[in-house]
């Protein structure tokens, strides 16, 4: 292979570097109120653009990266072809329409431009249903032209497919995809290769610990690790199983690094970059500080042989499973973030719903839709420590979620039934009895898997039956019963 960097088209009008420059570290390096040379820091993206990574990937959280992209784009970036991903992650809670348009206008201001190439949106709580309002606004900013491309980010399976299947135009989903967690390489690949999405994968390098650096060396102490990528990724290795079976992959990822010529770093992006549903993988850059452009074009210059892939594959397979799907270190524990929590993120999380005490000491949850109102019950009622959720449709103020698949109607329904849970201080684990309807007999096992993926664990008594459902666009209906469990 030669040392040219690879490109690939992630959307029509849209071919990126097949290794996108992570600007996650400008946050870090700006942390406990540091200062960077903004100007400084743009013109050392110029060296990036040169050998061919011409594509960066931001967000309106990494400190001043989204500014530093824009004085490049102003003071550097003409004659030149540059790609620039960013993303919006709005605080938990309620968005309106005029939120939405604002945060897209602040990124378009910051790295000035009147067109985002691709903006990726991430949301903390899919029980709350403002992560689809936003979704359908941020649409209507694509069909008018502030957007070219949407892309999520730490979007799991189940949640990427409501999205799909209600007619949100995704064409890419940021995730966590490494030798340390391969959560992205099974049912996500399966439906992003269906629907034809692709995976930007970050982590490959585990913030620097799949290095030759971290080979053959005792186990850090937390105050050791010099940035928050090491601190998180020190998490996914205790969550894999501990620094010994790491150290055993890494003697691995070593061997095959020395057969080839090339680093460790080299070899773990390599074997990501080449998963199918791969479009590209991000590695960071503390731009002005230190680079790796000369080791990362040689991910281009070599390719792993048939018995290099059975040995990592060996090593990888002794690894526990990260658990959950794509994402979910950010929405339930164990949190595998920098800091183990979720306190530097944001500061509550909002109910999803609104809440009444009624006069004979009963909570009530209403989800908003008009049904609710015209037929004279709520979402949800709580009698002491029992919980009793209506049957609840794929619907969504006025819109129909999911459209004609049943699987996506189902998930999003088990959501609203989360989020009637939350309103009234449940969680789906107390779920202890459910009861699922199907319009059509047809959709039984796509539905009994998709109750299957979301109850994993927590096994409820259930029924499910065919059912004439009110409203044609309505293959599924659910209802549930919950128990608190007391102090």
């Not at 400084?40 to 653009?49: H, L, R, W």
């Not at 770093?265 to 993988?281: K, Y």
């Not at 709580?382 to 049943?406: F, M, N, Y």
Request: charged share 25%; hydrophobic share 40%.
């Amino acid at each position: 292979m030669s040392g040219e960097v690879e490109r690939c088209e992630l959307a029509p009008g849209l071919t990126i570097s097949r290794v996108l420059t992570g600007l996650w570290q400008i946050a870090d390096m700006e942390r406990d109120g540091r200062e960077l040379d903004l100007d400084a820091a743009a013109a050392a993206m110029g060296p990036y653009v040169d050998a061919g990574f011409t594509t960066f990937d931001m967000a309106d959280h990494y400190g001043s990266a989204e500014d530093i992209a824009g004085l490049f784009r102003r003071q550097h970036a003409a004659g030149r072809a540059v790609q620039m991903a960013t993303k919006w992650v709005p605080k938990p809670g309620p968005v309106t329409r005029e939120e939405v348009r604002a945060g897209v206008q602040r990124s378009l201001d910051r790295m000035q431009t009147d067109r985002l190439d691709l903006l990726q949106f991430h949301a903390w709580n899919y029980a709350h249903p403002s992560w689809l309002d936003c979704l359908a606004w941020l649409q209507e900013l694509k069909e008018q032209g502030l957007i070219s491309h949407l892309g999520l980010t730490n979007f799991d399976t189940a949640h990427l497919r409501i999205a799909l299947h209600s007619g949100i135009e995704i064409v890419s989903n940021q995730v966590s995809f490494s030798l340390l967690d391969q959560r992205a390489g099974k049912d996500m690949a399966d439906l992003c290769l269906k629907h034809g999405v692709k995976l930007l994968a970050y982590g490959t390098v585990a913030g620097g610990l799949l290095t030759e650096r971290w080979l053959g060396k005792p186990e850090p102490d937390w105050g050791d690790l010099e940035t928050w990528s090491q601190a998180k990724y020190r998490r996914f290795i205790d969550a894999a199983g501990g620094w010994d079976l790491f150290q055993d992959l890494l003697q691995v990822v070593g061997g095959v690094a020395r057969a080839n010529g090339v680093s460790m770093a080299n070899v773990a992006s390599r074997t990501i970059l080449d998963q199918p549903a791969v479009a590209g993988v991000i590695i960071g850059a503390r731009l002005g500080k230190s680079e790796h452009i000369r080791d990362n074009l040689r991910l281009f210059e070599f390719s792993l042989d048939e018995g290099s892939r059975l040995a990592i594959e060996q090593a990888r397979s002794r690894l526990r499973p990260i658990p959950g799907d794509c994402g979910d270190e950010y929405r339930k524990p164990p949190y595998l973030t920098a800091s183990g929590d979720l306190s530097h993120h944001f500061e509550s999380m909002p109910r999803p719903y609104a809440v009444q005490v009624g006069p004979d000491g009963r909570i009530r949850a209403w989800s908003g839709t008009p049904w609710e109102e015209m037929a004279g019950y709520c979402r949800a009622v709580r009698c002491g420590e029992r919980i009793l959720v209506s049957g609840t449709t794929a619907t969504h103020r006025a819109r129909a979620i999911g459209g004609t698949d049943a699987a996506a109607q189902l998930h999003f329904v088990i959501d609203k039934i989360e989020g009637a849970l939350q309103s009234l201080g449940s969680r789906l684990e107390d779920v202890v009895r459910t009861r699922v309807y199907v319009q059509n007999l047809s959709d039984w096992e796509a539905v009994a898997r998709a109750h299957g993926t979301r109850f994993r664990g927590i096994f409820p008594a259930n029924t499910l039956v065919q059912a004439h459902l009110i409203g044609d666009e309505n293959l599924v209906e659910m209802e549930a019963e919950a128990v608190v469990p007391g102090p």
